[in-house]
């Protein structure tokens, strides 16, 4: 009896021997491979390393170099920090790509899901989005600047801030409208300021009864006193129509466009105290009550 249970001790302790012996063997295989697959692709992950770093400092550098060029535009501060960052994001992104497909990563899937997120995003934000591109747009065509001029549909002032999103003007009636960039990069806009000279459009109606030759000659000798009117460009004074109740004289000069205000207003009056001071004789509409 004794004899049975020590075979049967000894042949249990060969067989876990034998197990223990197999494992081991098996760990020792697994690590080897695993050993043997990091060393041979060891030298893709430090060339995928490399490329990162260096893509990372250059991502930064490229961001300063294209930053240098927006800046001259004199964009609001929000606006330059938001495009910063959002090249800062997009050279850096790019960089990871290129180290992970370096590295052996499968970067098309990433790229889709990234493409999907893209997707997803710009359709809820589709007014916003279509107001940041209509902004970065409006930075690097440079159609209008701050301090001119503009008319955009029915509003019209000058230019006091451009953001990434909208456009401010002050109306002359210092009145601040905010417009969003898509309408302005959607819709015809004037801009007064963009050309040095500017030419002032008036019109007075004055009855029939008045000599229309010394009419035009008092119109035009006072334009003539005036310092800012660009005497070297034409001037005219002429009957632009006529109607049952009076004449209709356009006057159309030239000035400086930073000084077109002044002169618009200060000859409009002084034009009308003219016709006063002259006896010009000029149409008033009469009301007639039951």
């Known amino acids: 009896m004794n004899f049975l249970l020590s075979t049967l001790a000894t042949t249990a302790t060969a067989d876990g021997a ?141 230019v006091t801030k451009i953001s990434l999103f909208s456009t401010h003007i002050n109306t002359v009636d210092n009145k601040t409208v905010v417009i969003p960039n898509r309408n302005i990069t959607g819709s015809s806009v004037i801009n007064y300021s963009c050309n040095e000279n500017r030419r002032v459009d008036l019109t007075f109606s004055i009855a029939y009864e008045n000599d229309i030759l010394e009419v035009k000659k008092l119109i035009r000798k006072i334009i003539l006193s005036e310092d800012k009117v660009l005497k070297d460009e034409e001037i005219t004074v002429g009957i632009f129509s006529h109607n049952d109740r009076c004449l209709t004289i356009d006057v159309k000069f030239w000035c400086k466009t930073p000084d077109y205000w002044d002169l618009y207003y200060k000859l409009e009056e002084n034009i009308n105290i003219a016709f006063n001071e002259n006896n010009v004789i000029v149409p008033h509409q009469i009301i007639t009550t039951k």
């Open 18 to 158: 034998d197990i223990i012996e197999k494992q081991v063997q098996q760990s020792t295989s697994f690590l080897e491979k695993l050993l043997n697959s990091f060393l041979d692709k060891l030298p893709s992950l430090i060339f995928g390393v490399i490329i990162f770093a260096i893509g990372w400092f250059i991502a930064k550098y490229l961001t300063k170099l294209i930053m240098k060029f927006i800046e001259r535009s004199k964009i609001d501060s929000s606006a330059e920090y938001f495009i910063k960052s959002l090249l800062l994001v997009v050279f850096r992104l790019l960089a990871v790509l290129i180290a992970l497909g370096q590295m052996g990563v499968d970067v098309t899937s990433i790229i889709t899901a990234v493409g999907a997120a893209t997707i997803t995003v710009g359709l809820a934000l589709q007014d916003t989005l279509g107001n940041i591109a209509s902004g970065v747009l409006l930075i690097f065509t440079h159609p209008f600047k701050e301090g001119d001029y503009l008319k955009v549909g029915s509003d019209e002032g000058t």
